[in-house]
């Protein structure tokens, strides 16, 4: 086979299709399904759900593929007809990127992982692969990590592992949630990136106009988080809280309907988000099924 025909297949001839260990990687092999084959583009397709809206610069990735094949399979799942290949397709679970660069290429096959799942399956794979890219914007991760838990039943512990980071930095990066749309429209606009600041704009104020102020006043002077620790606006802040003397704990109460239970859940700081609660109920929930009998 010439190196160009190679090409034209997805791989030059002196690369072999790997498929670096990965989470993906991973719920692959606990559906026991086959690692690679060289498919057509022709019968593959991208999924209109999946959770990636914009695929970015693909110039870099197109030449890469050019010059030495695509490295990492797509993964994909079986649309159509199971008996009559003529109608039988392909859908992608991730690796859309790749797919169009592939295109962009010139390819005409790309190795593939085949995994038989569901919708609802595949889109949480697919959601997971995303999360673990490095060029998400902080809201895109939040919204991310938002969807495993509401969609998929993920505790903050889980997604932690999943995405390889701490349950903290997931929980953390949840309360950016808390951020007004409007708000999030301005941290588009002005192109701020640094979820360290945005975390610590949420410790300084709570109300819309103020966060505005605080975000337009950091990207005009290249301000880091660091900067607005030592703000006066952060000074004022902490100030207001020592005038009003020590706070009281948290205290989140439940009263079950028919009232057979109450629960009563006591912290020891004074302030506490929706994610702060679900984290200390789900510990409650994991040392209550691992308790002995």
């Not at 038989?116 to 991760?141: G, H």
Request: hydrophobic fraction near 35%.
């Amino acid at each position: 086979m010439s190196e160009s025909a190679s090409k034209k297949r997805g791989l030059p001839v002196a690369v072999k299709m790997r498929h670096d260990t990965h989470f993906v990687e991973e719920l692959a092999l606990r559906h026991d399904q086959p690692v690679g084959r060289m498919l057509a583009l022709s019968v593959i397709e991208p999924d209109p759900k999946q959770p990636r809206t914009t695929m970015g610069d693909l110039g870099a990735l197109t030449e890469s593929i050019r010059e030495k094949g695509v490295l990492e399979p797509i993964l994909v799942r079986p649309q159509g007809d199971p008996d009559n290949a003529e109608v039988r397709g392909y859908r992608i679970i991730s690796g859309e990127r790749r797919y169009h660069a592939a295109h962009q290429a010139g390819l005409l096959e790309v190795p593939v992982i085949e995994m038989d799942v569901d919708e609802d399956e595949a889109l949480e794979i697919a959601l997971i692969e995303n999360l673990q890219r490095k060029d998400l914007t902080p809201f895109e991760e939040s919204e991310g990590y938002q969807a495993l838990a509401e969609r998929h039943g993920y505790t903050h512990e889980q997604i932690g592992a999943a995405v390889c980071k701490s349950r903290t930095v997931i929980t953390e990066t949840l309360s950016l949630l808390q951020m007004p749309p409007r708000v999030r429209d301005v941290v588009q606009a002005l192109g701020i990136s640094s979820k360290s600041l945005l975390l610590e704009i949420l410790k300084i104020s709570d109300d819309e106009d103020e966060m505005i102020k605080i975000l337009e006043k950091a990207a005009n002077h290249g301000l880091s988080r660091d900067d607005l620790r030592q703000s006066p606006e952060r000074q004022a802040r902490r100030g207001k809280r020592g005038t009003e003397g020590r706070r009281k704990p948290y205290t989140f109460k439940f009263r079950a309907p028919d009232k057979t239970f109450n629960l009563t859940l006591k912290f020891r700081k004074s302030t506490v988000d929706r994610g702060d609660l679900i984290t200390a109920l789900e510990h409650i929930l994991k040392d209550l099924k691992s308790a002995k009998d």
